[in-house]
């Protein structure tokens, strides 16, 4: 990608309602884990830093990222700056081993652009502390594909069983797995349905006008208290919570 389309990407994921929706969402998941204080973060799948500023505020963050002008535009975050946030080239599951223990890795809507997930999920697992943890968001329903998947790289969307069955392939226990962007599902199967129909995407990633951004965005963001008491049975995305496996 050229200089100018990271720049695109990085303003996208501050202000598109899903990557903020999703932030929220995260945020209280994050507070529910009672992570130690200046907690050890692994980030896998960085990006341009949308979620290190977030992450930083619950302990020291390591963000890995395999492309070099993407850490670029994250280490211009406040918290890169501030020397809370360090950021590492490299792919995983391969570029893991050099590093230590952590406790809490994060892998956001990342495992479905990877070729050996199984692999990954094990590698990351390899990098938790006794009681650590790995939050993971995953897109759910393969029957949802379509070109926005192929548009995006993905390899496969996941049911609540496939990821369940990788987490356990990979060593670990399942704490927590719930569906979510529960509330918009509707309008998001209308919109693959016409995708399909249309035989291209529908460039979902480019942010709505600023009403429409607003009123997605809330509605997504509501969710984060649903999720704070229930498992939500259904949606466009899968989230789960898991940790080194008993002996």
């Given amino acids: 990608m050229s200089p100018a389309a990271y720049a695109e990407m990085a303003a996208t994921q501050e202000s598109h309602w899903w990557f903020a929706a999703r932030r929220g969402i995260l945020r209280s998941r994050l507070e529910r ?3 130690p204080a200046g907690a050890d973060i692994l980030e896998i799948g960085s990006g341009t830093g949308a979620n290190l500023d977030l992450l930083a505020e619950f302990g020291r963050v390591v963000g890995l990222e395999m492309s070099r002008e993407a850490i670029d535009f994250a280490g211009q975050r406040p918290y890169s700056r501030s020397g809370a946030v360090t950021m590492r ?3 995983c599951p391969e570029d893991l081993s050099g590093l230590p223990q952590f406790d809490l890795v994060c892998m956001f809507d990342v495992l479905e652009h990877i070729e050996d997930d199984c692999a990954s999920l094990a590698a990351a697992a390899s990098h938790l502390k006794p009681g650590g943890r790995l939050l993971l968001t995953v897109p759910s ?5 379509g070109p926005h998947d192929e548009h995006l790289h993905h390899k496969r969307r996941y049911s609540r069983q496939s990821i369940a069955d ?3 392939q990979a060593g670990l226990a399942l704490h927590h797995l719930s569906h979510f962007n529960t ?3 509707p309008l998001a199967v209308a919109g693959r349905l016409y995708e399909k129909a249309a035989g291209r995407s529908t460039a979902a990633a480019a942010t709505p006008a600023a009403p429409i951004n607003t009123v997605l965005r809330c509605t997504f ?5 649903l999720l704070s008491r229930m498992r939500l049975p259904f949606g466009l ?3 789960a919570v898991a940790g080194p496996m008993e002996h």
Wanted: proline share 0%.
């Fill in 33 to 35: 884990l009672q992570l």
């Fill in 89 to 91: 080239l490299g792919r």
């Fill in 141 to 145: 329903y393969q029957w949802m594909w």
């Fill in 166 to 168: 990788r987490c356990v």
């Fill in 183 to 185: 509330l918009l599902f």
């Fill in 221 to 225: 963001a509501l969710e984060r208290h």
């Fill in 237 to 239: 995305s899968l989230l």
